[in-house]
């Protein structure tokens, strides 16, 4: 039989996720465990009008080669426009020392960092709830990913202090500061000032992603670490994926020119570069339409969807669990008691309600067991919501008092 490299962990066959997922053998069952937007937000026809409009330029020789061709970095035009966004709107990037790429979803993107950056051995600091997605890739490039402690606040300034004192060959900080994946947290701006301050009295990298930024339901927007920096020690990720949809598969990075170039060159070699029509099509969309009246919406449509999960949960467990209060994105955390098992309890809820959502191990290095797992509520209806916590409230019971 053909041997792996030692990077590769294989997923164990009766696993926790397979106990989870086998929840959907069953017609009634219903899942808070998906990290996308919506669907009912996609704006398909848009994007259908645009791209028949861009099939319609292809007997332009430039334009046939822009469409149909290999596209280093990006389509220009897409590249331009959301550059000018983030820095006349957010005041995220610097033309005179950044630049930006275009990427196959942010996905591809934390894979690439992760591959410049890291030696076997070299380690990379995350929040210690943080996107399974990233902790995976990194342990794939064998890195020590080492979790800091979070509160209400997000990452805590003085942890994170004795942990760059502490570990050796620290590569990056990688933080979704912004509505975090998969708790919901917002860092403060102090914290984010804080954050700031360390990576550069350590002379280590910010991997600032930030898929959920834009999409604020309450609360005050707090500036990116990407918009203190001067010094070049910030690479911000945002992708198209939460707000236009997640099949165009477009992410992005602003950051150091040189560290932009040699993310550029890990991508050639990866998949020498992006679709160029869809590219070309998404521009035109943004040219046409209004990109921030669309988020608008989206942000109505998540806004009245999170109120009915909190109420929910205020319903159904206000006395046996805490939860976190988004102010945007797709996620929050529901912590139940002390001592029980996140894991366990996932896969009872699967297995005896039929509902999906996944434990809070699978968001922290080493896939630690935590009394805590992560609710979606981007997805489900407001119905399936209220359905989906009456279910979970009275499998938490049950669960209680089977641990009692």
Same mark, same amino acid.
């Given at each position: ?27 009634? &069952? ?14 398909? +026809? ?30 220009? *035009? ?10 006349? $709107? ?10 930006? +790429? ?12 992760? $591959? ?25 490039? +064998? ?137 070309? &099509? ?60 996140? *894991? ?21 290095? $080493? ?29 938490? *019971? ?7």
């Amino acid at each position: 039989m053909t041997k792996f490299a030692d990077r590769i962990v294989p997923i164990p066959e009766g696993g926790v996720m397979s106990k989870i997922f086998a929840a959907f053998d069953y017609p009634d &069952a219903l899942s808070l465990g998906d990290g996308v937007p919506d669907a009912s937000t996609f704006p398909v +026809q848009e994007l259908k009008a645009m791209t028949i409009e861009a099939f319609d330029e292809a007997d332009d020789p430039v334009i046939n080669n822009v469409l149909f061709s290999y596209l280093d970095g990006g389509y220009p *035009k897409l590249k331009e426009f959301i550059f000018d966004r983030c820095m006349n $709107k957010y005041n995220t990037g610097n033309p005179e020392m950044d630049s930006i +790429q275009l990427f196959g979803g942010a996905q591809q993107l934390i894979d690439l960092v992760a $591959k410049i950056y890291c030696n076997p051995g070299d380690t990379i600091i995350v929040e210690d709830s943080s996107y399974g997605g990233a902790i995976f890739s990194f342990e794939e490039y +064998q890195a020590n990913v080492v979790g800091v402690p979070i509160d209400e606040h997000g990452i805590i300034p003085e942890a994170l202090e004795e942990t760059l004192k502490r570990e050796k060959n620290v590569k990056f900080i990688y933080v979704i500061p912004t509505f975090s994946n998969p708790t919901g947290i917002e860092m403060s701006l102090e914290r984010r000032k804080a954050v700031y301050d360390l990576a550069v009295k350590y002379d280590v990298m910010i991997f600032e992603d930030s898929p959920y930024f834009e999409l604020r339901y309450s609360g005050d927007y707090i500036p990116t670490i990407k918009s203190m920096d001067t010094t070049g020690h910030v690479i911000f990720a945002g992708s198209l994926s939460k707000i236009i949809c997640p099949g165009i598969r477009i992410g992005y990075a602003i950051g150091p020119k040189p560290v932009m170039d040699a993310i550029l060159n890990g991508k050639i070699n990866n998949d020498i570069s992006g679709p160029g029509i869809i590219q070309v &099509a998404v521009a035109k969309y943004l040219e046409k339409y209004d990109l921030d009246a669309h988020i608008a919406e989206c942000c109505d449509l998540y806004r009245t969807k999170r109120d009915a999960m909190l109420a929910a949960l205020e319903r159904e467990m206000g006395d046996i669990a805490t939860w976190t209060h988004p102010e945007g994105g797709f996620f929050l955390w529901l912590t139940i008691p002390e001592g029980l098992s996140g *894991k366990d309890f996932a896969v009872y809820v699967a297995e005896k309600k039929h509902v999906v959502l996944y434990p809070g191990a699978n968001y922290h290095p $080493k896939g630690e067991d935590v009394n805590a797992v992560r609710l979606n509520f981007s997805v489900p209806t407001e119905d399936q919501i209220d359905d989906c916590i009456k279910k979970v409230g009275d499998a938490l *019971k049950e669960f209680i008092e089977l641990n009692k």
